[in-house]
């Protein structure tokens, strides 16, 4: 079965210090993409990032960048220079390419980050 | 830009209601989601619709349905709202393509009393 795990309930951060959330998923899939969302407290899922499976460089998209361990099967989230407009939940979420469930998306159980000022 | 609209930001509804969520999109994108999120479980998909009048259920359909006359409109309804239904419900689309994101509604925080 495809899981995704996300072992960090809460964490903190100090303003315009980096962080790492840490994103484990296990799949047999041989191709699949890897994707990271931002939930602000408004609710709106607002999409981060994505990696595929068969990206040999790891994702940038600003101040996030996607640490990929294809052997480790681990997606970490890295954030620079932490905003205090970064204090949200993030979830991390897989959907294999080949799959026959719409193009679901199968998340983590999210991770709530405080960046302190 | 596409936009994923959900009828209601906050509901309370009684057990026992018939409750209709509604969600609309106005980019003409083939599949959309219904996805529950509760604390410490994060999304779950109740059911997924990827085209006119065509359905399947999700990971957790019980106690819910859904319609799709329209390609722009995803309806989440709940037959007998039950406390246990008490959720965020999130509404999302996608275009199709395994590396395109979905695209998600504001969701609606709906509380059965």
């Known amino acids: 079965a495809q899981k995704i795990t996300q072992t960090q309930p809460g964490m903190f951060v100090q303003e315009k210090e980096a962080v790492t959330l840490d994103c484990t998923y296990d799949?047999?899939?041989?191709?699949?993409?890897l994707f990271w969302y931002k939930q602000p407290s408004s609710g709106e899922m607002i999409f981060l990032i994505y990696?595929?499976?068969?990206?040999?460089q790891n994702a940038t998209e600003g101040r996030y960048s996607l640490n990929f361990q294809k052997a480790r099967k681990s997606a970490n989230l890295v954030i620079s220079a932490s905003q205090l407009g970064d204090s949200a939940m993030y979830f991390c979420?897989?959907?294999?390419?080949?799959?026959?469930?719409?193009?679901?998306?199968?998340f983590g159980q999210g991770t709530e980050l405080s960046v302190k000022p | 830009d596409v936009k994923v609209t959900q009828s209601s930001r906050y509901l309370v509804k009684r057990t026992g209601e018939k409750v209709f969520l509604e969600c609309v999109q106005d980019?003409?994108?083939?599949?959309m989601f219904w996805y529950r999120q509760d604390p410490g479980l994060g999304l779950r998909l109740i059911y997924f619709?990827?085209?006119?009048?065509?359905?399947e259920k999700g990971d957790i359909p019980e106690g819910y349905s859904v319609s799709r006359e329209k390609k722009e409109r995803f309806s989440l309804i709940l037959e007998s709202a039950s406390t246990n239904q008490t959720s965020m419900y999130l509404c999302?689309?996608?275009?199709?393509?395994?590396?395109?994101?979905?695209?998600f509604g504001p969701g609606t925080r709906l509380t059965v009393l």
């Open positions: 999302a689309t996608w275009s199709g393509g395994p590396y395109n994101e979905q695209f």
């Open positions: 990696q595929g499976s068969y990206d040999e």
């Open positions: 980019m003409d994108h083939e599949n």
């Open positions: 619709s990827y085209d006119v009048k065509m359905k």
């Open positions: 979420a897989m959907r294999p390419v080949w799959d026959n469930q719409g193009g679901k998306l199968i």
């Open positions: 799949t047999s899939d041989q191709s699949y993409g």
